[in-house]
């Protein structure tokens, strides 16, 4: 089910609310209410997954509470195993068994040794890297002693499957919500809730008015990028790099503004990252919940920048090559994290080194990510290749009209223009200073209608693909 549909706006939303907010109905019942809503949300794009997400609620439930009352670090170790086997071993079947195939069959065919593997055709379950990575810090974190295990099963039930993050994230640790989970209020906090309105639709507004709109003329272009020259694919690759920014922050605001109408407050996930000045500033304002989730369980248990240079290298660059291969199943994702790996060993290496002013810094690092972004677009190493090729070489048609041409129009630069306004000069909607006035509810109220009214059952969010 989409954040950004006639059913949901109007009928699961309104009725998710009103039920919640009921004050016949007792904690649980309230809890059991919220997980039957989101699987429902959850079951609306393929009711066969439900039993999927169930499964990986009940078994690191339990594993968790084993973990935690156990007597021995054997026993505690033993939980921690099953969990990251379970969850990994799923995870690893669902996104990576075809891609694997894949690769082996090509590898065999360079080699001409054997015959070709079957490769499975698994429909990838929406939000699966999501909703993984969430129980599987649970129980570590449970495992490190900094957090308790849920008070019932219907707490981490509602933990693991809250409609509001459970698609793309962001990605909530369960101590984040631990508390606010044990002590749900019976009553709205309409401050909160006015906030969440705003959150909610100021993240629509990203995804109807901005992302769809800029996507709208770029689609056709990489539709067909072989034709595409040096302006026409700058073009394609700025307005997608706005596309993919607007689209992903639209969600993660949305998702905090629906938490905020239910009492909950979910951590922030950008931070205008475009704005960075190096590549290391990028990461963690870009996808902050991933960026701190593999900081924390990857990055700091491999020992982190506490030993030699050499060992933070290494560090930095197998957690950027799993940060790649966990966005897709493809040799373009794991290429993507290669690059971001080595960036950040550049500016380990350089860093303090070099006094560069800040305007210049920034434009550094955001023609570094919009490089990147192409290996993250295209759907495969040739699209991939024509991309760059035509990005680094300049062609022959250089007059105005013609780069006009190559763009769509004036109408498109002005849009593309707009965007990258938006961008950096534009404040984060976290550092508005939000105070609800009668000229604020009319602004909000005009950009939802204007939403609604451009909605388009075609229209999912990028990271739903992940």
């Given at each position: 089910?989409?954040?950004?549909?006639?059913?949901?706006?109007?009928?699961?939303?309104?009725?998710?609310?009103?039920?919640?907010?009921?004050?016949?109905?007792?904690?649980?019942?309230?809890?059991?209410?919220?997980?039957?809503?989101?699987?429902?949300?959850?079951?609306?794009?393929?009711?066969?997954?439900?039993?999927?997400?169930?499964?990986?609620?009940?078994?690191?439930?339990?594993?968790?509470?084993?973990?935690?009352?156990?007597?021995?670090?054997?026993?505690?170790?033993?939980?921690?195993?099953?969990?990251?086997?379970?969850?990994?071993?799923?995870?690893?079947?669902?996104?990576?068994?075809?891609?694997?195939?894949?690769?082996?069959?090509?590898?065999?065919?360079?080699?001409?040794?054997?015959?070709?593997?079957?490769?499975?055709?698994?429909?990838?379950?929406?939000?699966?890297?999501?909703?993984?990575?969430?129980?599987?810090?649970?129980?570590?974190?449970?495992?490190?002693?900094?957090?308790?295990?849920?008070?019932?099963?219907?707490?981490?039930?509602?933990?693991?499957?809250?409609?509001?993050?459970?698609?793309?994230?962001?990605?909530?640790?369960?101590?984040?919500?631990?508390?606010?989970?044990?002590?749900?209020?019976?009553?709205?906090?309409?401050?909160?809730?006015?906030?969440?309105?705003?959150?909610?639709?100021?993240?629509?507004?990203?995804?109807?008015?901005?992302?769809?709109?800029?996507?709208?003329?770029?689609?056709?272009?990489?539709?067909?990028?072989?034709?595409?020259?040096?302006?026409?694919?700058?073009?394609?690759?700025?307005?997608?790099?706005?596309?993919?920014?607007?689209?992903?922050?639209?969600?993660?605001n949305m998702a905090v503004g629906l938490g905020l109408m239910l009492g909950f407050q979910f951590p922030q996930n950008f931070n205008s990252p475009y704005k960075s000045r190096n590549i290391s500033q990028f990461w963690r304002r870009w996808h902050m919940s991933l960026s701190t989730f593999l900081r924390d369980y990857l990055f700091i248990p491999l020992g982190g920048s506490r030993k030699n240079r050499l060992l933070t290298l290494r560090n930095l660059f197998v957690v950027m090559f799993l940060g790649g291969l966990w966005h897709g199943a493809g040799w373009t994702f794991v290429l993507w994290g290669v690059y971001h790996g080595c960036l950040l060993m550049v500016h380990a290496l350089a860093r303090g080194k070099l006094q560069i002013p800040r305007f210049v810094a920034v434009a550094m690092?955001?023609?570094?990510?919009?490089?990147?972004?192409?290996?993250?677009?295209?759907?495969?190493?040739?699209?991939?290749?024509?991309?760059?090729?035509?990005?680094?070489?300049?062609?022959?048609?250089?007059?105005?009209?013609?780069?006009?041409?190559?763009?769509?129009?004036?109408?498109?630069?002005?849009?593309?223009?707009?965007?990258?306004?938006?961008?950096?000069?534009?404040?984060?909607?976290?550092?508005?200073?939000?105070?609800?006035?009668?000229?604020?509810?009319?602004?909000?109220?005009?950009?939802?209608?204007?939403?609604?009214?451009?909605?388009?059952?075609?229209?999912?969010?990028?990271?739903?693909?992940?």
């Amino acid at each position: 089910m989409l954040f950004n549909s006639y059913f949901f706006i109007f009928v699961f939303l309104p009725l998710v609310l009103c039920v919640w907010w009921s004050s016949r109905l007792n904690l649980t019942t309230r809890l059991v209410t919220l997980v039957a809503a989101s699987y429902f949300f959850y079951g609306w794009w393929d009711y066969r997954f439900v039993l999927l997400l169930l499964f990986s609620s009940v078994l690191d439930y339990h594993v968790g509470r084993f973990v935690h009352f156990s007597k021995t670090q054997k026993n505690k170790s033993l939980g921690l195993f099953v969990s990251l086997l379970t969850n990994l071993g799923l995870l690893a079947f669902f996104k990576y068994s075809g891609f694997m195939a894949e690769s082996m069959n090509a590898v065999a065919d360079w080699l001409r040794v054997g015959g070709a593997m079957p490769v499975p055709d698994i429909v990838l379950p929406v939000g699966i890297s999501f909703y993984t990575f969430q129980t599987l810090s649970y129980t570590i974190d449970i495992y490190r002693g900094e957090s308790k295990p849920a008070d019932s099963f219907w707490h981490f039930a509602a933990y693991v499957s809250l409609f509001p993050q459970l698609i793309a994230g962001p990605i909530v640790r369960y101590n984040e919500l631990e508390t606010q989970l044990r002590n749900i209020q019976p009553k709205v906090n309409w401050d909160l809730f006015a906030k969440g309105i705003f959150f909610f639709v100021a993240g629509l507004a990203q995804k109807i008015l901005l992302a769809d709109t800029i996507a709208e003329r770029i689609n056709p272009m990489f539709a067909d990028y072989q034709s595409l020259q040096f302006f026409g694919s700058w073009y394609a690759m700025l307005g997608y790099t706005c596309q993919l920014y607007f689209d992903f922050s639209g969600y993660s605001n949305m998702a905090v503004g629906l938490g905020l109408m239910l009492g909950f407050q979910f951590p922030q996930n950008f931070n205008s990252p475009y704005k960075s000045r190096n590549i290391s500033q990028f990461w963690r304002r870009w996808h902050m919940s991933l960026s701190t989730f593999l900081r924390d369980y990857l990055f700091i248990p491999l020992g982190g920048s506490r030993k030699n240079r050499l060992l933070t290298l290494r560090n930095l660059f197998v957690v950027m090559f799993l940060g790649g291969l966990w966005h897709g199943a493809g040799w373009t994702f794991v290429l993507w994290g290669v690059y971001h790996g080595c960036l950040l060993m550049v500016h380990a290496l350089a860093r303090g080194k070099l006094q560069i002013p800040r305007f210049v810094a920034v434009a550094m690092t955001f023609v570094a990510v919009v490089f990147g972004w192409v290996l993250f677009r295209s759907t495969d190493m040739a699209m991939c290749q024509s991309l760059l090729t035509s990005m680094t070489t300049l062609g022959t048609e250089l007059s105005p009209g013609a780069i006009l041409a190559a763009v769509g129009g004036l109408k498109s630069v002005l849009v593309l223009g707009g965007l990258l306004g938006i961008i950096f000069l534009a404040p984060n909607i976290w550092h508005i200073d939000f105070r609800p006035s009668y000229p604020l509810v009319l602004a909000v109220a005009s950009v939802f209608i204007v939403c609604v009214l451009r909605f388009d059952s075609q229209s999912p969010f990028l990271y739903f693909q992940f």
